[in-house]
């Protein structure tokens, strides 16, 4: 599903990562951790084609990355690509499930096709009720699972997270780590999540440890 071949990526004088390999199949949850610095997130960023590696290649369902356009990867990172991060990132002008749609008027759904998935996600999500909330009328949890179903809404074929429980209490927390595992389990989704969340790493079918820019044992 996702394989990386070689990554190295510097900023400056300082190398973040130095030749990362990495295979992750579909369907798995892998978890990415380490130290604060460790390059977790840059690599997120690369597997998710935000950022570009300095050298290496990036594999996503057999399709390599570096040979598509600007537009061409634009357009794939939203269909096959879906983004969770500590910081919900919600337009606060907007409503849930409004805020869920966004990816799918991207890739050119009619509104009625984009609010009727939204709407079924924002209920298998338990959130109903609070679809046409503004985020500054969700809780902290609430806020987290409208960034999911925004994920989710057009079906990609992998879920990149980033610290996504972060700023969540204990039971907010525990809840969005057995949705991660419900929607596996429902939907086949991949994930690959970086998280400072040992018990949730463990529940991962995987974890990839990062130490100094490299992958360890």
Do not use: W
Not at 64 to 89: D, M, P, T, W
């Amino acid at each position: 599903m996702v394989k990386a071949e070689n990554i190295r990526k510097s900023f400056g004088q300082l190398q973040v990562l130095k030749g990362i390999n990495l295979e992750i199949p579909a369907g798995k949850i892998y978890s990415v951790v380490g130290a604060s610095g460790a390059g977790k997130t840059t690599l997120l960023q690369i597997l998710g084609t935000l950022s570009q590696p300095d050298s290496g290649e990036i594999y996503i369902r057999d399709r390599k990355i570096s040979g598509l356009s600007e537009n061409e990867l634009a357009a794939f990172r939203n269909l096959e690509l879906g983004f969770v991060f500590q910081f919900h990132h919600l337009l606060p002008e907007f409503t849930a499930l409004e805020n869920v749609c966004i990816p799918a008027y991207i890739a050119g759904s009619t509104r009625a096709k984009a609010e009727s998935k939204a709407g079924e996600l924002l209920g298998y999500l338990g959130m109903s009720e609070r679809a046409h909330h503004k985020p500054s009328q969700l809780s902290g949890g609430e806020k987290q699972r409208v960034a999911v179903a925004r994920a989710l809404i057009n079906n990609p074929s992998v879920i990149m997270a980033d610290e996504p429980s972060g700023n969540l209490d204990t039971r907010n927390r525990q809840e969005l780590h057995d949705l991660f595992f419900a929607l596996r389990q429902d939907f086949g989704q991949t994930f690959i999540i970086v998280t400072h969340d040992d018990t949730f790493a463990d529940r991962s079918d995987k974890i990839i440890h990062i130490r100094d820019g490299v992958i360890v044992e």
